[in-house]
Nanobody, 120 residues
Framework: QVQLVESGGGLVQAGGSLRLSCAAS????????MGWYRQAPGKQRELVAT???????NYGDSVKGRFTISRDSAKRTVYLQMNSLKPEDTAVYYC??????????????WGQGTLVTVSS
């Protein structure tokens, strides 16, 4: 069984910063990508940022230049540094990973979500 455990959400004022973390654990053979998606009330889940095993990154247009994704491969952990936060960044942030488990099965796994609230 594979799990993603997120931490770091909370309440912050507009213009502030937060750092999210997500650690993968369980029977993992290899990780292809890790990343973050978010879902605001009444809206569809959208891409925030992803990072591949090779270190390539991809960002949603609304966060480019403000958010930075990074990873510690040895710890199977991905981070999301969020700067210059805006009220419209308020959402539940979900960690996501595409990986191969120890039985060599491809899986897509989601975390339970962490709430980020940005006050104006």
């Amino acid at each position: 069984q594979v799990q993603l455990v997120e931490s770091g959400g909370g309440l912050v004022q507009a213009g502030g910063s937060l750092r999210l973390s997500c650690a993968a654990s369980g029977s993992i053979f290899s990780i292809t990508t890790m990343g973050w998606y978010r879902q605001a009330p009444g809206k569809q889940r959208e891409l925030v940022a992803t990072i591949t095993r090779g270190g390539s990154t991809n960002y949603g247009d609304s966060v480019k230049g403000r958010f930075t994704i990074s990873r510690d491969s040895a710890k199977r952990t991905v981070y999301l540094q969020m700067n210059s936060l805006k009220p419209e960044d308020t959402a539940v942030y979900y960690c996501n990973s595409r990986l191969t488990d120890s039985y060599l099965r491809p899986l897509e796994v989601w975390g339970q979500g962490t709430l980020v609230t940005v006050s104006s």
